[in-house]
């Protein structure tokens, strides 16, 4: 509901000043896994590629400059070797580092990321935080949804923790209390 893409009941949504519509193009959004179609007959490099679209503008094909872009974001992730592999072909960890390459390529100010290390090894989820804290340091705004609380002080600065309603919002050290975090698992009435 947060980027209006399932319906809400009631409100506006208003993102970097504006209504989402508004905002898109400067949204780059990483969804979980489980909603895409590994199936989908493309390569690696084209699935990050996907992530110039917003800035070219209809009907018009990435250019040198964009395939070098998508180039550097599969760098950046560590799946430069990949770029010819068909997406369904790689393993958890490898498709969201390539999912995290392409909302790289929309070079966005907003990174929304739906459960990004849900069935990622090790050492894929560390290079995704990694790259979430160059963002951050970048002054990009990252947000992500998360379960597992056990690394959610380290991970993350801030935290809104929510069940059914605003349990606490805050720093993570603030959030990440065990009287605070109770209060997420007991169940709402």
């Known amino acids: 509901s947060l980027l209006e893409l399932i319906p809400r009941d009631h409100g506006e949504v208003r993102i970097l000043g504006g209504s989402v519509k508004e905002a898109r193009t400067r949204i780059a959004y990483v969804p979980q896994r489980s909603e895409i179609d590994m199936t989908f007959p493309i390569t690696v490099i084209d699935t990050v590629l996907l992530g110039t679209y917003p800035k070219l503008g209809l009907l018009k094909r990435p250019r040198r400059q964009h395939k070098e872009l998508a180039y550097h974001c599969l760098e950046k992730v560590g799946m430069e070797d990949f770029g010819s592999r068909q997406i369904g072909e790689l393993s958890g960890g490898q498709q969201q580092r390539v999912f995290l390459a392409r909302a790289l390529?929309?070079?966005?100010?907003?990174?929304?990321?739906?459960?990004?290390?849900?069935?990622?090894?090790?050492?894929?989820?560390?290079?995704i935080?990694?790259?979430?804290?160059?963002?951050?340091?970048?002054?990009?705004?990252?947000?992500?949804?998360?379960?597992?609380?056990?690394?959610?002080?380290?991970?993350?600065?801030?935290?809104?923790?929510?069940?059914?309603?605003?349990v606490k919002a805050g720093p993570a050290r603030e959030v990440c209390r065990p009287d605070i975090l109770s209060q997420a698992y007991t169940a709402q009435l």
Do not use: M, W
């Open 105 to 127: 390529a929309q070079e966005a100010e907003l990174f929304c990321l739906d459960e990004p290390f849900v069935g990622v090894d090790a050492a894929s989820e560390e290079t």
């Open 129 to 166: 935080v990694a790259i979430l804290k160059e963002l951050r340091d970048q002054n990009r705004t990252v947000l992500v949804v998360h379960h597992d609380l056990s690394k959610a002080e380290v991970y993350f600065d801030g935290l809104v923790l929510l069940n059914g309603e605003l």
